[in-house]
């Protein structure tokens, strides 16, 4: 697969073999065209290179024979603070990454001017026009990398003087470390116990909120209370239910005291009732005997009549008093069973409130306990860290140490000899660098290999620079010379700019030999890219090598091919699609002088060349080529010769070249290296795709000739 890298041979030992020839001479092929391009590129922009750099020697040099001598000297501190308790068992040049300096904020600490106004005014007394702004400029403070070491130098004219101010400065910056020392714990202590006031301020606080939250909301830990909501929602359903069962009981009892059997039920169990029951169930049994003793007009039985009726009002009041007395409780009991769950409603609504509040409570309580706990730590650590330091404050702590003190510069510190040679390489980096900027942003295409990469396209033919091919008028000779035996003109200075196109159109030959290209229109994106003397001369190579090639010109706007052959121009393409014209009338078959044997003697001879000249230009050329009578001329031409040639307008300017294309083989995109857009050369390609028109591979122009068109 493409994708996959090709291993190294490895052999029998292990080792790794080199790489196979083939892949050696690839390797070498592409680092090579590399190289190449570097090094055209480089020729190309030698001028700019050579320019740039001479302006930076020259500005260099000047630079450097007009700036006066200058000395520089310098000391080195060391400035980690250690104390003698930890000074034997650490490296006193090398950092360490638990350090606590700031490198960089010290060396600022150095260069201000809170710390070196007193060190002018002690430099003053010897040199009154030293000043903070003039010191500040000429020194130099830099932390050394991965050491505990600063840098301090000053550059001056006298060396003198040099020397005397980095003195001062020395002195002035031990004299501030040693200050530094005895204030930097004291005031760490200090800072500290601000910052334990505070924090104990804050614990408190948090207390008192957590204990006013507690007794607001009466609870000590959420916990306990989803525990108390919990078990409170529980017993309330609980006596829901058995309520629920209750009321359920009651009603159905006073449901039976309405039916006969209920009512019957009750009142066996009243004994008053009973007892007026039995005195009736006793008359009717005195009743029945005496009834069958007497007559019913006996007095006797009149009489036991009479204690039955008068007991039967009483019967119903009892019975009545019995009902009356059980639905009366029945609904007391029923009425409380409906207050009580009227309650329990109450008490669960509240509790499931409660519920909702339980999470918001928890959440704000563990809020003001986690900041508690937080305010607490930090306290603890604040209290550890002032033990600590009072510990440290105990020590008896050293300044900063003086390890290389200034000494007197005995040479000047620039070289102007060093400087020329500097300037000179930096003013060829610079040159180089600005070429490769300027044909990094220059959108020309320059080489073969810039447009393969572009347009992904074959390039059929690569045509050398020349300035003026044989001249103007020479093609008729040409094209005898190139079919004779006996040439008349010497092409051996033009043998390579021929042979181009003879290489070009056995290309063309190539690109499908079971479908040949019969007819192809040659343009390019824009003009002065050398589209129409690729046609002419391609044209001409085709027909020196026997076939009969018909050049048509279709730049009806601007043509050109009359002029370069010096034939008529009256009849041309234009007359023969608006007129009813013969197109052998119109096609001009180009002649050429020939001689026979040794005997210099001329005579006229027609060649395989053919040519259609435009015409008089036309006010709407796109409107004839786009015409029927066009298709079939097409049609035509193809029928009568081996190859049929359309010099076409540049495809970005009109529209004419993608008309002509669509009936034919297809086209023949010309580029001129070194003036042709690459942007140009994509839009022309992305619109022949769009329109669908078959692109038979590019040409490389060469040629800065004014006249390639």
Not at 17 to 36: I, K, M, R
Not at 332 to 351: D, I, M, P
Request: with cysteine; hydrophobic share 40%; net charge neutral.
């Amino acid at each position: 697969m493409e994708n996959q890298t090709i291993p190294s041979a490895i052999s029998q030992n292990g080792k790794k073999s080199p790489l196979p020839e083939y892949l050696q001479n690839s390797v070498s092929s592409e680092v090579g065209e590399e190289s190449g391009q570097l090094f055209d590129v480089l020729l190309r922009r030698l001028v700019l290179i050579a320019g740039v750099t001479a302006a930076t020697t020259a500005a260099t040099w000047a630079i450097t024979w007009n700036q006066p001598s200058t000395y520089e000297s310098g000391f080195q501190l060391l400035i980690e603070p250690v104390n003698r308790q930890t000074q034997q068992t650490r490296e006193p040049l090398t950092t360490n990454e638990k350090d606590g300096i700031d490198y960089a904020t010290q060396v600022q600490v150095l260069q201000s001017p809170k710390l070196l106004q007193p060190i002018v005014a002690q430099i003053n007394t010897r040199y009154p026009d030293i000043s903070y702004g003039e010191l500040i400029a000429n020194l130099r403070v830099e932390h050394l990398e991965d050491t505990k070491l600063i840098q301090v130098a000053y550059v001056s004219p006298d060396p003198e003087r040099a020397k005397f101010i980095l003195e001062k400065v020395a002195d002035g910056y031990l004299r501030y470390s040693q200050k530094e020392r005895e204030s930097n714990l004291s005031y760490g202590i200090t800072f500290v116990d601000r910052q334990i006031a505070e924090t104990r301020r804050r614990v408190d606080s948090l207390q008192r909120q957590l204990q006013a939250f507690r007794q607001q909301n009466n609870f000590i830990a959420p916990e306990s209370l989803a525990g108390q909501v919990s078990s409170q929602i529980q017993s309330l359903s609980q006596q829901k239910l058995d309520t629920d069962k209750q009321v359920a009981e009651m009603q159905r009892q006073y449901n039976s005291l309405q039916e006969r059997e209920g009512a019957m039920s009750a009142l066996a169990g009243d004994a008053a009732y009973q007892r007026v029951l039995d005195k009736l169930r006793e008359l009717e049994s005195k009743l029945a005997i005496e009834s069958t003793r007497f007559q019913d007009d006996n007095a006797e039985i009149r009489v036991l009549r009479q204690q039955r009726d008068s007991l039967l009002p009483v019967l119903r009041q009892e019975a009545q008093r019995v009902l009356g007395n059980q639905v009366a409780k029945l609904g007391t009991e029923l009425s409380v069973l409906a207050t009580r769950q009227q309650v329990l409603n109450q008490a669960e609504a509240y509790w499931n409130g409660e519920v909702q509040r339980v999470p918001v409570l928890s959440r704000v309580f563990t809020d003001l306990d986690r900041e508690r706990t937080v305010a607490t730590e930090s306290l603890n650590r604040l209290l550890q860290t002032r033990e600590t330091l009072q510990i440290e404050a105990a020590q008896k702590e050293i300044p900063w140490q003086l390890i290389a003190p200034p000494e007197l510069p005995t040479s000047p510190k620039e070289s102007r000899e060093r400087n020329l040679i500097l300037g000179a390489i930096a003013g060829l980096l610079l040159g180089v660098a600005a070429a490769l900027m300027s044909e990094r942003f220059d959108k020309r295409l320059r080489t073969v290999a810039d447009v393969k990469r572009l347009s992904k396209l074959p390039v059929l033919g690569v045509v050398p620079h020349e300035t003026n091919p044989l001249g103007r008028g020479a093609m008729p000779q040409i094209l005898q010379t190139m079919q004779s035996d006996h040439p008349r003109y010497d092409l051996s200075q033009y043998s390579q700019f021929t042979e181009s196109f003879r290489s070009l159109y056995t290309n063309l030959c190539l690109l499908n030999t079971d479908h040949p290209v019969r007819s192809l229109v040659v343009s390019s994106p824009t003009a002065g890219d050398g589209k129409t003397t690729v046609a002419l001369y391609l044209a001409q190579a085709a027909a020196a090598m026997g076939q009969r090639v018909l050049l048509v010109d279709t730049d009806l706007r601007s043509p050109q091919i009359a002029d370069r052959l010096e034939v008529s121009n009256e009849q041309g393409l234009t007359e023969l699609i608006a007129r009813n014209l013969n197109p052998q009338d119109v096609v001009q078959r180009i002649n050429a002088l020939a001689t026979a044997g040794n005997v210099d003697r001329a005579a006229v001879e027609p060649t395989n060349f053919s040519v259609l000249v435009g015409g008089k230009i036309p006010l709407d050329p796109t409107r004839l080529l786009s015409s029927q009578k066009m298709q079939r001329l097409n049609d035509y031409f193809k029928a009568m010769y081996d190859l049929v040639i359309f010099d076409a307008p540049p495809l970005l300017n009109f529209a004419d070249s993608s008309l002509l294309a669509n009936h034919t083989d297809g086209m023949l995109v010309v580029t001129r290296l070194g003036k042709t857009d690459r942007e140009d050369l994509r839009q022309m390609l992305d619109t022949l795709q769009t329109a669908r028109i078959s692109v038979l591979g590019i040409v490389a122009n060469q040629s800065s000739s004014g006249s390639d068109v």
